[in-house]
Every structure is written in structure tokens, then in C-alpha cells.
């Protein structure tokens, strides 16, 4: 019980710098999106470059010190075979729902903490749409 109960705390701590970070790093920011979108600013590319290097240096250690996740389990990455068809079609979606709603999945949650309740649809649509996906997964080219 008391593991769990810190689990949640660490887990909300975390939820909450991450909101802080996105906030002040402007990416909940609509306009930033609308110059990205419009290539009127280097902003958002940097953050996102930035974060695909920690990504690929946070995946390398986590590989090295072979990390666990929370129940103790080794964390393994297993390789997917590369598919144009995925690849365009999936970050087709996501580039349309990212430009319609001025939000990516993290800056989703920030922006209702920011008041934004509308965002609330959007989160249920994403959810909607991931849904989908788990259903019809079998049918789809991967």
C-alpha cells in the first residue's frame, strides 16, 4: 500500500514538471504550432529535435543499465520491421490531428490544467481514436 501510494506521488510530481516544462517551453502554445505548421519558426522543430536526442540517449541507457520498469520487470525493446505505409498513413493522422486542434498528446493534458476545459474533448477523441485502432489493428497493413 505504501509503495503504491508513492508510485502515485511520483508519478503526479512528474505529470506536474512535465507541465511546467511544456508550459515554459511554449509548446502549449497555439501560435507556436500555427508558425510550425506555416514554417514561420524554428521554435518547435528545436524542441522537437531536442527531444528526439533525449529519446534516443534515454532509450541507449535505459538498454546499457538494463532498467526495470515499476514492477521490477526488465524493459525490452523489440525491433518492428520498417513500413512507408505506416509510417505516412500514421504520422498523416497524427500531423491532421495535431494541426486541427493546435495539440499534441502532451500538451493536451497541460492545456486542462491550464483551464482549457475544450481540451477535454479532444483527450476523449484521442482515446476514441486509439480505440478504433485496437479494434481494426489486425486489418491494417504493418
Given amino acids: 500500500m505504501r509503495n503504491t501510494i508513492f508510485n502515485i506521488v511520483k508519478f503526479v510530481g512528474l505529470g506536474i514538471f512535465f507541465g511546467i516544462v511544456m508550459t515554459k517551453a511554449e509548446v502549449i502554445s497555439w501560435y507556436r504550432i500555427q508558425e510550425m505548421f506555416l514554417f514561420d519558426n524554428f521554435h518547435m522543430y528545436g524542441v522537437i529535435g531536442t527531444a528526439v536526442v533525449i529519446g534516443l540517449i534515454s532509450v541507449q541507457l535505459m538498454k546499457k543499465y538494463k532498467a526495470k520498469d515499476?514492477?521490477?520487470?526488465?524493459?525490452?525493446?523489440?525491433?518492428?520491421?520498417?513500413?512507408?505505409?505506416?509510417?505516412?498513413?500514421?504520422?498523416?493522422?497524427?500531423?491532421?490531428?495535431?494541426?486541427?486542434?493546435g495539440a499534441c498528446p502532451g500538451p493536451m493534458y497541460t492545456l486542462v490544467g491550464h483551464g482549457y476545459w475544450a481540451m477535454l474533448i479532444v483527450i476523449a477523441s484521442a482515446l476514441f481514436g486509439t480505440f478504433i485502432y485496437g479494434m481494426v489493428k489486425s486489418k491494417l497493413p504493418h
Avoid: C, D, H, Q
Fill in 70 to 101: 515499476i514492477n521490477g520487470r526488465e524493459i525490452k525493446f523489440e525491433p518492428k520491421a520498417f513500413s512507408v505505409a505506416r509510417y505516412l498513413f500514421g504520422g498523416t493522422i497524427f500531423g491532421f490531428g495535431w494541426a486541427m486542434t
